[in-house]
T-cell receptor, first 116, second 111 residues
Framework: QQQVKQSPQSLIVQKGGISIINCAYE??????FPWYQQFPGKGPALLIA?????SEKKEGRFTISFNKSAKQFSLHIMDSQPGDSATYFC???????????????FGTGTLLAVQP | DAMVIQNPRYQVTQFGKPVTLSCSQT?????MYWYQQKSSQAPKLLFH???????NEADTPDNFQSRRPNTSFCFLDIRSPGLGDAAMYLC??????????FGSGTRLTVV
């Protein structure tokens, strides 16, 4: 129940295309869903996050779509650029019952390569 | 810039020889986390400190310990590293349930 399932494992997109990464969860106590971007040799960096009271959040070229009934959420990267090539992790946590902490459960990651 | 700093970036240790990884933060966050990330896998939470209170994850091996002498610093001690402990170790911080900020990690090699 604590798992977050992420797909695809890897993704190749042409420059200017749309990259889509999907995640699914089982634990209905999860109420915070961030996406992290990780470049080789670096720690994950927060990209965008969503709470379940909204179905979509957009920040620049990055959009999270959230489907509470299906327990799924996805990251869309519009106009993908070579500089977006990185590993993307979805994550989930339960802020209400997490003991005043933000203990993230991560998906398995998606290696995105944007070809010029 | 306020940040999470991990030292060293790369650490090589011998099988069975105790090793300590360091983390410091200038964010003044009250929660500090240690994650283990093996190659091509998701980061996995080992334990966290809420202020001075230590909280171990149920499946974290006893071989892993941690110390937090003050708000700014946190250490990860591996008492007897095995080959299976080779990984990237990530320190992270948050203010309560706020955004989690990660350091760049320490890549541990066990020889």
């Amino acid at each position: 129940q604590q798992q977050v399932k992420q797909s695809p494992q890897s993704l190749i997109v042409q420059k200017g295309g749309i990259s889509i990464i999907n995640c699914a969860y089982e634990n209905t106590a999860f109420d915070y869903f961030p996406w992290y971007q990780q470049f080789p040799g670096k720690g994950p960096a927060l990209l965008i996050a969503i709470r379940p009271d909204v179905s979509e959040k957009k920040e620049g070229r990055f959009t999270i779509s959230f489907n509470k009934s299906a327990k799924q959420f996805s990251l869309h990267i519009m106009d993908s650029q070579p500089g977006d090539s990185a590993t993307y992790f979805c994550a989930a946590s339960s802020l209400r019952v997490g003991g005043a902490t933000n203990k993230l459960i991560f998906g398995t990651g998606t290696l995105l390569a944007v070809q010029p | 810039d306020a940040m999470v700093i991990q030292n060293p970036r790369y650490q090589v240790t011998q099988f069975g020889k105790p090793v300590t990884l360091s983390c410091s933060q200038t964010l003044n966050h009250n929660v500090m986390y240690w994650y283990q990330q093996k190659s091509s896998q998701a980061p996995k939470l080992l334990f966290h400190y809420y202020d001075k209170d230590f909280n171990n994850e149920a499946d974290t091996p006893d071989n892993f310990q941690s110390r937090r002498p003050n708000t700014s610093f946190c250490f990860l001690d591996i008492r007897s590293p095995g080959l299976g402990d080779a990984a990237m170790y990530l320190c992270a911080t948050s203010r309560d349930v706020g955004v989690v900020h990660f350091g760049s990690g320490t890549r541990l090699t066990v020889v």
